[in-house]
């Protein structure tokens, strides 16, 4: 059974949900946003920032950081942002980055499971 996450202060998205635009995904990058809260976007590939401009994501991510085929830059992100692993939030539809991000120490969750009401300040 998985802990409800708590004292989020930056919600990391898999750059893929936002790319594949699930409805349900980009209204939490939307509720995200209007509640002030710093969100960005992460993935294992390298011409990230080229997707996100093309899908017209980039105004709405404050961070977003690219990595190589397998690669997860976790621990790169948020030195940059400057939030302890904990109180990060990844969303992922990807079991494999969702272990890869709770060793890194954040709190992974499934999109489908996303409560932004218990989840965010």
């Given amino acids: 059974m998985s802990q409800p996450c708590s004292a989020v202060?930056?919600?990391?998205f898999d750059a893929r949900l936002l790319l594949q635009d699930h409805a349900n995904v980009r209204a939490a990058l939307t509720a995200i946003r209007q509640r002030g809260v710093p969100a960005g976007a992460i993935a294992d590939l390298p011409d990230l920032?080229?997707?996100?401009?093309?899908?017209g994501l980039s105004a709405d991510l404050d961070f977003w950081t690219p990595g190589s085929p397998g690669s997860w830059p976790f621990e790169r992100l948020l030195a940059l942002v400057g939030v302890e692993p904990a109180r990060a939030l990844f969303i992922s539809g990807d079991p494999r980055a969702r272990d890869l991000a709770a060793a890194a120490g954040l709190q992974p969750c499934p999109p489908t499971s996303v409560d932004l009401e218990r989840a965010l300040p």
């Fill in 9 to 12: 202060e930056f919600v990391l």
């Fill in 49 to 55: 920032a080229r997707r996100l401009d093309a899908a």
